[in-house]
């Protein structure tokens, strides 16, 4: 009999646990690499002219992708013969490797399939997945070994990747996407603070209102600067609208050859990102440097900016003071403050939740001016990645400037957004509709059915019982905007107040209120809102049953009363007469409908309606 001995795999050993996770960071690499390496081979291969071999173009390849991690390139073949650096990233670019990067951490931090069922089969199956912390290292550094492998083998060709920009910011971006990677295998939890923090934030981080602040803070700050990106990229759209025949010239003149012109326009649209932010920075105010002696403002464009030929800097704003149509883009950061503003007082004041729990002014302001100070910050982190160098000289200082746009984001959604916020918090807590209106009585209107008894028996009788039958009238409410919450509203009916004109006019004589059967059997003829052959009924009175002295309480009155129920009911009604026999009852002369109900005594107190 032969013994098998176990399959020993990654779940069964914590060493081979972290092998796999540094494997996976360097496929993530390799995945990213060899995608671009094969759009840019495509490229050459299609090109009439190329200027290198198949080497070159894997060269280029490797920078290209050093480039997309935020490493700055130096290109030294040049007209003056002095290395020229290229500094501007395409941001599209940058998606890849870092979605790349954080999939490959989240999934060697899940927990293996065995310590999902159960700690107890896993342990005898001896599954062991890495830790939080060693799936991090393990996946950032198989990533950064790659990296390091491209920067060599691109060191030869025509852009190659500066060695100081792998330490700041390549190595950062990887460890922040692999962070990220292992913070949502985790279940993205906000706590708890790390031990060597201060005793007063790990104590606020630990508390539910603390986190549930700052989330709101954090989703008004994401939504202020998406308002941000959308807004520039509307007024990147308008000025190439304005300048489309500049811009067709600067494509069409920088390849004569279709695959030229399909690289160009690839380069465009990695590049619309930095075009978005680059129409936010000057909607701010700072503006954007077109080289060291120009500068783009709504103000104006001051100097003479050094512009290569490309199509998207046809939305260059042209030279000398501004209109009121570049004015016009200083609404992109008020519409970013509104956006802040609106975001913080949804959650301040929601819609669902009484008003004793709604925040009060001063947290409402608090967690607004966080929400500034967090979109503040994050536009200094795009405006720094947005631009750069394109060159020596001139062209050494190209695009936003990040240390005045975070501030004027700072100033603009916190001196907008904190009393716009107040504002939408009392707004949100006020009174929905006509609240003087609540007050007031609901039975002022009449229904159908009593106009109709008001015609027949008297507008008495009418008043009387509209408040028990008010609760009842179920299928003449009205869900305006002025209708309380759980109260019933009646449509509103101008024949209803014309019938009930004419039925008081008429009056009610002594005769028609001695009359039983006319004040409680409805007059004949369908209501409007009934169904054809439908009779209403009415219901029992709220005045105490034993005043038998009322008409309501006649015999012709009880006989109408049953046989319209028993009509209505379809025969769900047993056929029985109105009338007890005196020997069950009790009483020859009791006329209570109600079998389970006992006569008072005489000396005693009464029975309570």
């Not at 519409?335 to 947290?363: G, M, Q, T």
Request: net charge neutral; hydrophobic share 50%.
């Amino acid at each position: 009999m032969t013994q098998r001995s176990p399959k020993v795999t990654v779940r069964q050993n914590r060493t081979l646990a972290l092998l796999s996770a540094l494997v996976k960071g360097a496929v993530a690499a390799g995945l990213g690499l060899g995608s671009l390496a094969v759009l840019v081979m495509v490229m050459w291969i299609s090109s009439p002219y190329p200027d290198s071999g198949p080497g070159g173009a894997l060269r280029a390849a490797a920078g290209v992708w050093l480039l997309a991690h935020g490493a700055g390139l130096v290109r030294p073949d040049t007209l003056s013969g002095v290395p020229a650096p290229v500094g501007v990233v395409p941001l599209l670019l940058v998606l890849g490797p870092v979605w790349l990067a954080h999939r490959a951490a989240r999934d060697a931090a899940e927990a293996p399939d065995e310590l999902r069922e159960g700690p107890r089969e896993g342990a005898r199956s001896g599954a062991a997945g890495p830790s939080r912390a060693g799936a991090f290292c393990a996946v950032t550094a198989g990533y950064l070994l790659v990296v390091a492998g491209a920067a060599a083998y691109a060191r030869g060709g025509p852009l190659y990747a500066d060695p100081g920009a792998l330490a700041f910011p390549v190595a950062p971006l990887v460890a922040g996407a692999a962070a990220a990677g292992v913070w949502t295998a985790a279940g993205r939890p906000l706590g708890p603070a790390p031990s060597w923090s201060p005793l007063a934030l790990q104590e606020a981080v630990a508390r539910t209102l603390f986190r549930r602040r700052a989330e709101a803070a954090l989703r008004s700050a994401a939504a202020g600067l998406a308002m941000l990106l959308g807004g520039g990229a509307l007024l990147v759209a308008v000025a190439l609208g304005r300048n489309a025949a500049a811009a067709q010239d600067a494509f069409l003149g920088l390849a004569g050859d279709w695959s030229g012109r399909i690289a160009v326009l690839l380069l465009a649209a990695a590049l619309v990102p930095n075009a978005a932010l680059w129409g936010a920075a000057y909607g701010l105010g700072p503006g954007f440097s077109l080289g060291t002696g120009a500068t783009a403002t709504p103000l104006g464009l001051d100097g003479t900016p050094a512009l290569p030929r490309f199509p998207l800097l046809a939305a260059v704003p042209d030279q000398g003071a501004g209109s009121p149509a570049n004015w016009a883009a200083l609404a992109v950061p008020v519409a970013a403050a509104l956006a802040v503003a609106w975001f913080a007082a949804r959650r301040a004041a929601p819609a669902d939740v009484p008003r004793a729990r709604a925040w009060s002014p001063r947290e409402t302001a608090l967690v607004t001016g966080l929400a500034a100070l967090g979109c503040g910050v994050g536009t200094a982190l795009l405006t720094a990645v947005a631009g750069g160098p394109l060159g020596t000289g001139e062209l050494s200082a190209f695009g936003p400037v990040w240390w005045l746009t975070a501030p004027a984001a700072l100033v603009w959604t916190a001196v907008i957004g904190v009393p716009a916020a107040l504002l939408l918090r009392l707004w949100r807590l006020r009174t929905p509709g006509w609240a003087w209106r609540r007050d007031v009585g609901e039975a002022d209107e009449p229904s159908t059915a009593e106009v109709r008894q008001e015609e027949a028996g008297g507008a008495e009788e009418a008043e009387e019982r509209e408040q028990g039958q008010g609760a009842e009238e179920g299928a003449e409410k009205d869900v305006g905007d002025d209708a309380a919450p759980g109260r019933p509203r009646r449509r509103w009916s101008p024949w209803r107040r014309w019938r009930a004109a004419a039925g008081g006019g008429g009056g009610a004589g002594p005769a028609d209120a001695a009359s039983p059967a006319a004040s409680s059997v409805p007059a004949p003829g369908p209501a409007p809102e009934a169904a054809p052959g439908f009779e209403p009924y009415d219901f029992l009175p709220t005045d105490p049953w034993h005043e038998t002295g009322d008409p309501w309480h006649g015999g012709a009155a009880r006989e109408a009363r049953w046989a319209s129920l028993k009509q209505g009911s379809g025969g769900l009604m047993a056929d029985f007469p109105a009338d007890r026999p005196a020997d069950r009852a009790g009483q020859a002369d009791r006329a209570d409908p109600v079998p389970d109900r006992r006569a008072p005594d005489s000396g005693g107190p009464e029975a309570t309606p």
